[in-house]
């Protein structure tokens, strides 16, 4: 009696290579991308910029003076920081940089908000 091998035709291994590819869909599907997120910075609630932390690159240093006193902010990559003030307490400068969604840095003297979004 002889064996009988079978054969896989065109057809089957074109239909085996679409499932294979398609069983790594969720895998794509599923993958969690980068959340985007904005530093707004604002001073006695009115918004003076925006800044989106997650494509910038590069260092950057913003100076915001009102009359009642002056903050230098440090944008570090996806990264933003209060590195000097002539506030009283300098809690805005002790905070140090922030950088996910929900932080906040907070100058009360000087009606300053850092907030990431």
Do not use: Y
């Not at 896989?8 to 790594?24: I, K, M, N, V």
């Amino acid at each position: 009696m002889k064996h009988h091998l079978s054969i896989l035709t065109r057809a089957d291994r074109l239909l085996l290579a679409s499932l294979a590819l398609l069983s790594f869909a969720p895998l794509l599907l599923m993958r969690e991308s980068a959340p985007l997120r904005t530093a707004v910075i604002s001073v006695d609630g009115s918004v003076r910029r925006e800044i989106p932390l997650t494509t910038h690159r590069g260092r950057e240093t913003i100076a915001i003076e009102t009359a009642e006193g002056r903050n230098t902010i440090v944008i570090d990559d996806s990264a933003i920081a209060v590195t000097d003030a002539d506030c009283p307490d300098r809690i805005c400068v002790k905070t140090g940089p922030i950088r996910k969604k929900g932080e906040v840095i907070a100058c009360l003297p000087h009606r300053l908000l850092i907030e990431v979004r």
